[in-house]
Structures are given as C-alpha cells and as structure tokens.
C-alpha cells in the first residue's frame, strides 16, 4: 500500500512566524509532489508542486523536496490568519496512470 | 471562464435510491477524477479516466458507477448499493503535464436522509 503520512495537527503558529508543513511517503517512485491548501467546506486549491530535489519558492510559500530521505515539506513565512486552513500533500507515484494519492492533511491555525 | 463546474452543490438521497453527480470541465483536460472525503479525512479516489469511453476504478469504487461519454463530462451515479454515502464528493481534471498537476472542481455535498 502506497502511503503518504502527515501530521494531522492542529498545528498553532501566530501570526508572522513561520509556519513548516511535513509530509513523508513509501513510495521511492514517486515522481512529482503537490501541495494543496483546503478551507473549511471548500475544494482543495493548488499551492505549488516540485519534482527535484531541494528548494522551490512561490511567494510566500517554499517547498522542500529530500527523496533520499523521502519527504516533502512546505514553509510559509510571515504567516498570515488567512493561511488558516487544512494543507493537503499528495504524490503522484511511478507507473500509478495519473492518480494522486493523499495524506490526510495537516490543520493550520494562524494567531493573530 | 475556465474550469470545472460540479452540480448540484447539496443533495439529499433517501436510502434505496440512486443518485446522479454532475462534473463537467472546459479546460480540454484528458484525464477525470472522482474523490470522496469523509470529515476529518483525507481524498479517496473512486474512480478516474484518462480518455473517453475508459476508465479505472480507484480505491473506493465499491457502489460507484461513472461514464465518460465525452471529454468535457464525468458523471458519478452513486448507487443504492453505496451502504455509507453520506460525504463530500470532488470532481478533478488534469492535463498529464508540470507532473500531472490535478485542479478541482468546487465539490458536491451528498446526504443521506
């Protein structure tokens, strides 16, 4: 079974810290590594994805990428309250015809 | 505009009774995918299709059926045999490209009642 683990959270940050999302997964297939931000009752939205190893940054946001150590993170800087929503991290697998599979995301909450 | 429109956004299915989610999308996406989340849970996939007139069944498909008759469309019948269906159904597309980068529609609720 092909797995992609969170933390569940909730993780609390106040507002313009820096708030650092994980993700690991048990594929060493996996090929490319999304990030989506999902508010309360609302659609999941792309916040960025990456395929290489390192840094990607977008803004406010940073994706990490290690596949030696098979993880995936997501920073936010100047944590704003309006960051405050469910992130989603979903990795497409090798050979897995076009299918996502997803953690169970990590609760944000931003401080004012 | 661009994107993926899912219908109704709320319905209410009586036990024993079937029951018909629209997704349709105008970003000329190949590929269609059904999710379903349950509160507090992450997206399950039931069913996808990559081209018309063919799909897989995902991880959930159990008392699920789809159809992909043509490109822009991808109906969800959830069927009386579904024993818990009570949950927030997403529809997605995706083109294959920058990794397969997968986009939602605004999701449907369903209730049993």
């Known amino acids: 079974q092909k797995e992609v683990e969170q933390n569940s959270g909730p993780l609390s940050v106040p507002e313009g810290a820096i708030a650092s999302l994980n993700c690991t997964y048990s594929d060493r297939g996996s090929q490319s590594f999304f990030w989506y931000r999902q508010y309360s009752g609302k659609s999941p939205e792309l916040i960025m994805f990456?395929?290489?190893?390192g840094d990607k940054e977008d803004g406010r946001f940073t994706a990490q990428l290690n596949k030696a150590s098979q993880y995936v993170s997501l920073l936010i800087r100047d944590s704003q309250p309006s960051d405050s929503a469910t992130y989603l991290c979903a990795v497409n697998i090798e050979g897995s015809n076009y299918k996502l599979t997803f953690g169970k995301g990590t609760l944000l909450t931003v401080n004012p | 505009d661009g994107g993926i429109t899912q219908s109704p956004k709320y319905l209410f299915r009586k036990e024993g009774q079937n029951v018909t989610l629209s997704c349709e999308q105008n970003?000329?996406?190949?590929?269609m995918y059904w999710y379903r989340q349950d509160p507090g849970q992450g997206l399950r996939l039931i069913y996808y299709?990559?081209?018309?007139?063919?799909?897989q069944k995902g991880d959930i498909a159990e008392g699920y059926s789809v159809s992909r008759e043509k490109k822009e469309s991808f109906p969800l019948t959830v069927t009386s045999a579904q024993k818990n269906p009570t949950a927030f159904y997403l529809c997605?597309?995706?083109?294959?490209?920058?990794?397969?980068?997968?986009?939602f529609g605004e999701g449907s609720w369903l209730t049993v009642v």
């Open positions: 970003l000329n996406h190949d590929a």
């Open positions: 990456i395929y290489s190893n």
């Open positions: 997605a597309s995706s083109n294959g490209d920058s990794g397969n980068t997968i986009y």
């Open positions: 299709s990559q081209i018309v007139n063919d799909f």
